[in-house]
């Protein structure tokens, strides 16, 4: 079902990165930008959504050689829209209803003439997540430490 | 042995219904939510998910609900769960150099770039018991916070990993970089010598008491290795995974996970310049001393590579990967309870008979005085 033949490599780039903002956004924010799509064509459920797990891999010293960390849930499912491009999700969690909505956006974005209002129903979420962000890295940066080195005394 | 047995079925369904009701304790009193449990007691959920190897922070939860609170059986329960569930893929490494860094100390440089933050720690609290959380008092004090450094670019600041900076100067080894494939424990079972992949994959999973207590034993001189903590960090890292169909990578969301690198003091060999040698340490969730002690037993377990001496317990890989799963030894340890009649009948057929052959065997005189 590769729907990626021959698609230029800045259209993977973007997909990528509109699927991190899928993959971080709740079921409610999903829910709403499929909403906004509405009415949509009837919609065939190529692979249902599917709970299942992906090894997490980490690095000797972050930079050497790969090593298996243990696992991570992951949700995942496929869907055409009729007469359409065919959308797909993979998602940490379970949760089918987030993981079926978030296929149905992926592949409304493929439609050249929807992407821009996928983008721009995704465009909360993504302000959401960086305001987010902000306030964490805020937190973080409050407990810098600086600490001194005190002198002996004569030894 | 263990023989199996029947019969008692109304006595374990019993047992199971006062179970239950034990667990939920007090009915006068509101149960705990899954949601309480993820949120407010998330270093167990941390731990169970480390070492039940299954990040899933509600999952974890519920785990712990349901086994009042043991962790070891949460952790059973996490594993057995995952074994119902397919495998999709194994994911891209993690690059811990493009963490959200929620915290991030060196114990051997006090000025790093991107500098030391503290973040949400025990470390310097008093260990003071606060009765102010016993009463379900006020909420906490909204924490302080402080304008970014300029060069925190797109959200993320610039924080190198500290053996990036002694790298420069070339007084520390680098991470072994073989390209290879690693090994995976739950696609094959242990097997010796494993390479190092293989054991961090186990140390991983590993139960942390195990862990801190050969780790402490390096320090106290089984197979002592120098150590200083280089850095530890914990944050989230995004996780990818590479679908076929597809053809890239998906951005799957964000895992939070806590890095050790640990730095050993390495008088050098034959082959070797004098030089600091590495421990690494990695776990789900703010597990540090997990990480940390995970770190302390990868560098020993390295003896052989680095030409030292075997001394310790630490450094013997059967015996660490053999006795590092909770889940295992746990398993082993409690069967003991169940019913070994059958065994111990035979046992005790054998004593009374060495019993009686040892009696017939004593000088008259002995038995006459017992008598």
Known sequence: MSVEDGAPQGDQALRQAMMATLARATAEELKAAVERFKPLPPIHDLRPAEVGLAMVRGRIGGDGDAFNVGEATVTRAAVRIE???????????????????????????????????????????????????????EKTQATKVNFFTMVRGED | MYVAVKGGETAIRNAHALLAET???????????????????????????????????????????????????????????RTTLPRFGYCLPVDTARMRVERRISATYKDMPGGQVLGPTFDYT??????????????????????????????????????????????????????????????????????????????????????????????????????????????????????????????????????CQMVNQFKGSAEVPPQFTRGYGFAFGQSERKAMSMALVDRALRFAELGEEKSAPAQD???????????????????????????????????????????????????????
């Open chain 1, 83 to 137: 007469g359409g491009p065919t959308g797909v999700s993979y998602l940490l969690g379970r949760d089918p209803v987030r993981a079926r909505a978030a296929a149905i956006l992926d592949a409304l974005w493929q439609d050249a003439a929807l992407r821009g209002a996928v983008e721009e129903a995704l465009a909360g979420v993504r302000r959401r997540l960086v305001a987010e962000a902000l306030v964490a890295q």
């Open chain 2, 126 to 259: 008093h260990r003071l018991l606060d009765p102010s959380l016993a009463g379900g008092g006020a909420a906490p004090a909204e924490p302080a916070r402080a304008p970014l450094p300029d060069d925190a670019g797109a959200g993320i600041a610039a924080m190198p990993r500290v053996t990036d900076i002694l790298d420069g100067e070339g007084l520390i080894e680098p991470a072994p970089a073989s390209g290879e494939d690693p090994r995976d424990l739950t696609r094959e079972p242990l097997s010796f010598p494993a390479d190092r992949p293989l054991r961090l994959q186990n140390l991983a999973r590993g139960d942390e008491g195990f862990l801190l207590a050969l780790g402490y034993s390096t320090q106290r001189g089984y197979a002592r290795t120098h150590p200083f903590v280089g850095e530890v960090r914990f944050g989230e890292v995004e996780v990818e995974l590479f679908v076929e169909e597809l053809g890239f990578a998906v951005p799957l969301g964000a895992v939070s996970v806590t890095e």
């Open chain 2, 23 to 81: 667990r939920r304790g007090d009915p006068a009193v509101p149960e705990i939510g899954i949601d309480q449990i993820a949120g407010q007691l998330t270093l167990a959920v941390d731990r169970v998910m480390s070492e039940g190897s299954l990040y899933d922070r509600p999952l974890a939860a519920l785990a712990i609900k349901q086994a009042r609170g043991d962790l070891i059986e949460a952790i059973f329960l996490v594993r057995a769960f």
């Open chain 2, 317 to 371: 890989e059967e015996f660490v990967l053999s006795h590092s799963d909770n889940v295992q030894a746990t398993g082993f340890v409690e069967h003991l309870k169940l019913p070994h009649y059958v065994d111990f009948q035979a046992e005790l057929e054998l004593v009374r008979r060495m019993r009686a052959e040892h009696g017939d065997a004593l000088p008259q005189t002995t038995q006459e005085a017992a008598e």
